[in-house]
């Protein structure tokens, strides 16, 4: 109840501040043409479970984000571990 | 990066972009004005002889493409013969083909009714007609045939029709009159018959039974010369004459929901009247009588006749001023043969046939009466067995419903004792903190579909007023659903339609192949397999081999 209401004065206030606002759509037939676009290149990736079992892309692909950042995820854990005072990590 | 490769980066999407959009274009409804217009795009001669048409329908909001493949025997080289092919494309117009192997030509098939009037069709005239094969209808052997065809090259005109079923000459013709509608016409042709043609002069011949529905000002029956399937038989000239080999006989019911009061021309033929049941009326006329026969039938004006031809010698009949409907073999029963003291459907012989008597007298009288009080006395009794069983049943409602209401009193004070009782799950205050657990809960989180709700009216609401500006967020989004609804699973090979962009010509059509239907070969499921296990060792062994370089990275730092 608390966080609707709030979500809902957002939006209120959002829709205030930009109300005034009232520009032209994207062309019909660009935006089309582009859906067209997309849908020849997506419609066709599922072509890739083929070639590599769809259940080593759905496990391979998170671990591969998370070892590419590695870096990142290593400092946030450490980071957090070291908030945590009984733990000792400095 | 420097401002001029911006630029010509942007060229570029854009180039792309409108290179695309030819597409869209194939889809587009484009107005061709009222005029309706069917083009022939092209045809193939398929292996079995048959072809193949795509065509285009330019209405008048719209265009339709559609395809149709005519069988070959539909097709002549000879070019003394000209076929037609009538079909009802998919967007439910007819539309017809002229088959010939060398021009194949497409008509929309719109039948104008006040251009051609008075056309009459005679016997001789018919063998003129071109043939029109009905085609994805029925699947049957039928055919219609036009008289002239008025082309003003987009709109056929046809003059005259020739109906045929099962290869006998079974034809119906006639021009339509000024004062029918279009709508009309259109819905004839559409429907496969002729059933809301307005037909001012009609001829009819052949072997099948015919029932003709006639609301007429003033009918009359021309009887003139005779046929018998193809050939051609006139033996009086004048008369309604049949051949005297026929073993058919002749059977007209002319039946009447109003008063009867027919006239015939030949005073002989009402003796072969019959009362049916008080209403309508049989008239049977044997073969050889009718050869002397030279006069017409007339009957009363504004009555409403139903004449059923089931002889194979069908004359002419000429009608005027009447809205007709078309109705074929098998419905109307013909369950009234009766007068025939030949037998059956015989040849009755001399014009000396005779209404057969009752034979049994006052005797058929009493049966029929003893028959009644039987019949009167046994639905007394049903009714009163029905009524007794309804007021059982009325008993048998109101029971049940005490006996609910006694079960729900009964339940009640069972929940009441339950919430008293500390031992029983249901007791009042557990039920107490379980309505302020989920007090607390809705309170502080929303419901399940609020956030799916919320953040759509946001995004078209922002969509609606920040325009072109919102549009690159949608497509993130679009994208993004794109991705997460890939099925793996099902490795499609897709192509849309690809149309050229200038003169919207049909480049490539969709087409999809799905690649696991080629592991249905088991060898090549094997070697797939294998392909698999060596794909995941591959992927694994280079995931663990960078995932031990970045921790040596990590960790020398």
Known sequence: MILETLLNIIKVLLQVIFGWINLPQMPEQLTSSIGTFLSLIFDNLSLLGFFIRPLTLTLTIPILIILLNFEQVYKLTIWILKKIPFLGVH | MSFKKHFIILLFIIFLLFGFMPFSYAETDTDYGIMPISVLDDYVLNVDGSYTFTYTHHGQNKIYKGEVTIPANFFDDSSSVQRWALFIGDDGKPYIVQCSSSYPTLYYFFATYNTITGFGVNASGSTN??????????????????????????????????????????????????????????????????????????????????????????????????????????????????????????????????????????????????????????????????????????????????????????????????????????????????????????????????????????????????????????????????????????????????????????????????????????FFVYKLIELLVEAIKSLFIPSDDFFSTYFDELKSWFSDRLGFLFYPFELILDILNRILS??????????????????????????????????????????????????????????????????EEVTTK
């Open chain 2, 129 to 426: 007609y071109a043939k029109i094969y009905e085609y994805g209808v029925n699947g049957k052997d039928e055919f219609y045939s036009h008289g002239d065809l008025y082309d003003d090259g987009y709109i056929l005109y046809p003059s005259g029709f020739l109906y045929s079923r099962n290869l006998n000459v079974n034809f119906v013709t006639g021009s339509f009159s000024s004062n029918s509608k279009p709508s009309d016409v259109y819905n004839g042709i559409k429907n496969g018959s002729f059933k809301t043609y307005y037909i001012y002069d009609v001829m009819f011949r052949g072997t099948s039974p015919y029932l003709l529905d006639i609301s007429a000002s003033s009918l009359s029956i021309a009887l003139g010369t005779a046929y018998e399937g193809y050939t051609y038989e006139d033996d009086t000239g004048n008369g309604l004459s049949v051949t005297n080999t026929s073993v058919d006989e002749f059977l007209l019911d002319i039946s009447d929901s109003g008063a009867l009061s027919h006239s015939f021309g030949y005073d002989g033929l009402k003796k072969y009247m019959k009362h049916k049941d008080g209403v309508g009326q049989i008239l049977e006329i044997p073969f050889d009588y009718l050869t002397s026969l030279d006069n017409s039938l007339s009957f009363t004006s504004g009555h409403q006749y139903i004449v059923n031809f089931t002889s194979r010698c069908i004359n002419s009949i000429s009608i005027s001023n009447f809205s007709y409907k078309y109705y074929d073999e098998g419905n109307f029963k013909t369950s009234f043969l009766y007068g025939s003291t030949g037998g059956g459907t015989g040849g009755q012989t001399g014009g000396n046939t005779t209404t057969p008597d009752d034979p049994f007298g006052g005797f058929t009288n009493s049966v029929v009466d003893s028959n009644d009080r039987v019949s009167n006395s046994i639905k007394e009794q049903t009714g009163a067995i029905q009524n007794q069983t309804s007021k059982i049943e009325e008993q048998t409602n109101a029971i049940e419903e005490q006996t609910e209401v006694n079960k729900n009193i009964f339940e009640r004070i069972g929940d009441i004792l339950n919430f008293l009782n500390p031992f029983s799950e249901n």
């Open chain 2, 486 to 551: 890939i099925n793996f699973n099902e490795p499609i090979f897709s192509i849309p339609d690809i149309n050229e962009p200038f003169t919207n010509s049909h480049l490539i059509s969709q087409t999809s192949f799905n690649l696991n239907s080629l592991l249905d070969n088991s060898i090549f499921s094997t070697i797939h397999s294998i392909y698999l296990v060596c794909v995941d060792a591959f992927i694994v062994f280079k995931l663990v081999n960078l995932a031990r370089e970045k921790y």
